[in-house]
């Protein structure tokens, strides 16, 4: 056999054809290096004595940039373990042979990869960029010879470590006779010496790209002030998350950092997206970079915290890898600069962001909240360096690359401050810090993190391991917050009812539910209506198709309630789900009391309706469910009326049933729309563009929902970008 083709997790396929020495990654979603080492397609071996790592030399890039809401091409870490653990830079290394790693892939991913790549090793590339964040000339002099020093004296195009091969119309050769054939998107040919393989890199619209981990599920309550250990791993490590911890304050959620996989991640502790208040970034190495996209998958723009010289390195590296332009960062996070080394009072939390010695712009946070014998202070050192590689990068000349002794007893002097909780890198190597420095550090509790190897003896004196879900109470919760988030929700659903009407219905139990529960079963009555408090739930009908993603703040059963309905779908939990409680009998009498019959079943038809769409029916809160249907009219079409002739740009149409006819060249993949389908999506993703030549093939009723409301929320916005690129089978 020539040619040889594995399958390894979905939508990612391994290709070997060890005549020519070429092994070809096909997909590569984040994570995917830990796919491979469990697969055994990534080993350690030795050779003239000297000990690296085998695996792919090529990387096929998929078409779509995103599938299942997620970005599909993450290259960097396929791209850093070829280069520096199989040694193909390093010089006089065995398996540094001349050949250059491969990226293979369409035009537009190709060039978004090698950009993206470029600004994830490097990040600012020159005293002018970091200028522009607002430091001072003799800060940005400094910050430049210390990469240059980690980048061996020079800034190098992505052009000078890797090759590249545009995927076009026709077979393209890979190398050494090996050629490649688009046959549709996402879907190619693979041929040697007469022998072909087929790759098909497309997921289903209800898979998702698999974790390589499993992690359990965790019930995890909300603290006045605490830390949720999300990860302890590095970006090598099969086993566990790349460091990542969460902060909890007066019961809000915030990420430090937002890994591979931090979906999953949110999942497995009971966590729904739209709980996330904000996000505090260290720098943008892809094992805290790469769950960034998927957190623009909330049904808001959440709150983004980092200081302008971080926020400008992780927007230049954003904009690469979507192919946006750098302004449009301000449009998926709400972004809240820090100022370095002060104190920023977010919310009552306090927090403190300063200079790591790193290849990329680098922060580390220091957290503290006030508390009866003063503050509680948790430190995040993410990424930091070692205090034998700083030494090694020691000068007395400020014209030379490399460190001053100011600097370097500045950094060591920040590491040993004394906190209540500290978590420490300790990767090791040339970029990652040791535990060995902190052998003398008074912190309370230090937790060793950013490694893949177990801890040593000496490590195991230094600090404790944090397992993961694990929770550092740093200030004790004295307060009910679940009972506080179940009146607001409520107060959403009914803004004019008085808060004595509305205790009728928030004085009912608080329940814990397991994961994978059956709440309510398709066809069945329910006596109970469930107002989601914290997780998530899954809506589900296979005759449909529908699989829709219910957040906290939806309502549960209350069709039974309004109507005497069975339930038209099976309600079933993902994680741990904490609900109010409220008997049907008891809702139906409230909702006829206070005269809301009406409204209320109107606003709950629309919702139904958008929670069974795909574009709608993942994790919208409550609160963005309420704004739509409030502003959504519905449109009656007989046969062969158009629907667009005048160019309406101003409305997203959603069919609710009927049939709709598309103009020539609308998509590659259907002539005709059917219900829970859309159209007028150009105009929300462009602005400018006006789509006309739609037609009733039958009566059609349609719902119209402002482009002003859809423009604003980050998941819808998402969606209609990744069936974009299908339908008209383009990437950028």
């Known amino acids: 056999m020539q040619v040889e ?350 200079l790591s010695p790193h290849p990329v712009e680098t922060n580390i946070f220091f957290f503290r909240a006030m508390w009866a014998q003063g503050y509680k202070t948790y430190a995040h050192f993410a990424d930091i360096s070692s205090l034998t590689v700083m030494e090694n990068m020691l000068t007395d000349n400020p014209n030379e690359i490399g460190m001053s002794r100011a600097f370097y007893e500045e950094v060591k002097q920040t590491y040993l401050t004394k906190t209540d909780l500290k978590k420490l890198d300790i990767g090791g190597g040339m970029i990652h810090g040791a535990a060995v420095d902190f052998r003398d550090d008074e912190s309370d509790k230090i937790i060793l993190a950013h490694r893949a190897d177990p801890l040593t003896l000496e490590e195991e004196e230094i600090g404790s391991a944090a397992p993961y879900g694990t929770v550092d109470v740093l200030i004790p919760n004295y307060q009910t917050y679940t009972r506080r988030n179940a009146f607001q929700y409520m107060r959403t659903y009914f803004p004019d009812i008085a808060q004595e009407q509305l205790s009728t219905l928030l004085n009912n139990p608080l329940e814990t539910v397991n994961p994978e529960t059956i709440l309510i079963k398709e066809h069945e009555s329910n006596e109970t209506v469930y107002l989601i408090l914290t997780g998530d739930v899954e809506m589900i009908n296979t005759k449909t198709g529908v699989r829709a993603l219910l957040a906290s703040g939806a309502l549960i059963g209350e069709q039974m309630a309004l109507h005497g309905l069975a339930a038209g779908h099976t309600f079933r939990t993902r994680n741990f789900v904490n609900v109010l409680a409220m008997p049907t009998e008891l809702f139906r009498r409230f909702i006829r009391k206070n005269d809301l019959f009406k409204e209320f079943s109107r606003l709950d038809e629309n919702r139904y309706f958008l929670r069974s769409t795909w574009l709608f029916g993942q994790s919208l809160s409550h609160k963005t469910q309420n704004l739509i249907c409030q502003e959504m009219t519905l449109l009656q079409a007989e046969e062969g009326d158009a629907i667009l002739e005048n160019g309406d740009g101003s409305y997203l149409h959603v069919i609710k049933s009927g049939a709709v006819n598309c103009p020539e060249g609308y998509s590659e993949q259907s002539e005709m729309l059917l219900a829970g389908e859309y159209f007028g999506d150009a105009s929300i993703l462009f602005g400018d563009q006006l789509e006309e030549g739609f037609r009733a093939t039958c009566p059609t009723s349609i719902y119209k929902i402002p482009v002003e409301i859809v423009r604003d929320i980050p998941i819808v916005r998402w969606k209609l970008l990744e069936n974009y690129q299908r339908r008209t089978g383009t990437s950028g």
């Open 5 to 354: 083709k594995i399958h390894v997790t979905r939508g990612v396929y391994f290709v070997r054809i060890p005549d020519v020495g070429l092994n070809i990654l096909c997909g590569c979603p984040s994570d995917v290096v830990k796919h491979l080492m469990k697969h055994g397609l990534i080993v350690t071996v030795e050779r003239n004595g000297v000990t690296f790592e085998t695996g792919p030399n090529a990387i096929l890039l998929s078409d779509v940039m995103l599938q299942s809401g997620v970005v599909a091409n993450m290259a960097e870490f396929p791209v850093l373990q070829m280069l520096y653990r199989q040694g193909m830079l390093i010089p006089d290394h065995p398996n540094n042979t001349g050949a250059k790693p491969l990226i293979i892939g369409s035009a537009e991913q190709v060039k978004a990869q090698m950009e993206y790549i470029y600004r994830g090793n490097y990040g600012l590339v020159s005293e002018e960029e970091i200028l522009e964040t607002g430091l001072d000339a003799d800060t940005a002099r400094r910050l430049m010879r210390m990469k240059l020093k980690f980048a061996f004296g020079a800034i190098r195009g992505t052009e000078d470590l890797l090759d590249s091969v545009v995927v076009a119309d026709g077979p393209s050769e890979i190398r050494n006779g090996v050629t490649i054939r688009r046959t549709a998107t996402n879907n190619f040919e693979i041929s040697y010496a007469g022998e072909t393989v087929s790759i098909d890199l497309n997921l289903a619209r209800n898979e998702e790209y698999e974790p390589p981990y499993f992690l359990g599920m965790h019930n995890i309550p909300r603290e006045y002030f605490g830390v949720i250990h999300a990860g302890e791993g590095d970006g090598w490590d099969i086993n566990r998350t790349c460091m990542t911890s969460i902060l909890m304050f007066h019961g809000k959620i915030y990420l430090i950092d937002a890994g591979p996989n931090i979906l999953y991640n949110l999942k497995s502790l009971g966590i729904g997206l739209n709980e996330i208040e904000g996000i505090f970034h260290t720098h943008a190495h892809d094992d805290h970079f790469a769950g960034l996209t998927d957190i623009i998958g909330a049904d808001h723009r959440v709150r983004y915290f980092a200081t302008p010289l971080i926020r400008s390195s992780v927007t230049k590296k954003m904009s690469a890898l979507l192919s946006i332009d750098e302004s449009r960062f301000q449009n998926l996070f709400d972004v809240c600069d820090l100022e370095l080394n002060e104190w920023n009072n977010i919310d009552g939390m306090e927090v403190k962001p300063v």
